[in-house]
């Protein structure tokens, strides 16, 4: 089992910044893959980035590139998204997400959640 905690979530005005951290525990290392996903109320979980642990490969949603950046602590099996110049498209809940498999970028894929940190930005 693997759990995941994130945190860092809050309050921004519109062009502001917001640093989410993603703390995973148990077995972290048979989760080569790892996520940050996004749900507003109502509507599907959206991907929003990913990174591949060993590689330190970084992928992106359109709607955050460049402006939202995914690293890891690996000494520390945690994970951050660096969000910049936000917007109130951006509010929503952010979910910390991690896959057993080669890929973590869709939610049928992932095999752990964390529990949600809520984002809200103002205009």
């Known amino acids: 089992q693997v759990q995941l905690v994130e945190s860092g979530g809050g309050s921004v005005q519109a062009g502001g910044s917001l640093r989410l951290s993603c703390a995973a525990s148990g077995y972290a290392y048979q989760t080569p893959c790892m996520s940050w996903f996004r749900q507003d109320p109502g509507k599907e979980r959206d991907w929003v980035a990913t990174?591949?642990?060993?590689?330190?490969?970084?992928y992106y949603a359109d709607s955050v590139k460049g402006r939202f950046t995914i690293s890891q602590d690996s000494a520390k099996n945690t994970m951050f998204l660096q969000m910049n110049s936000l917007k109130p498209e951006d509010a929503a809940m952010y979910y910390c997400?991690?896959?057993?498999?080669?890929?973590?970028?869709?939610?049928?894929?992932?095999?752990?959640w964390g529990q949600g940190t809520q984002v809200t930005v103002s205009s």
């Open positions: 997400a991690a896959g057993r498999g080669s890929q973590c970028s869709k939610s049928a894929y992932v095999d752990y």
């Open positions: 990174i591949y642990r060993s590689l330190d490969r970084t």
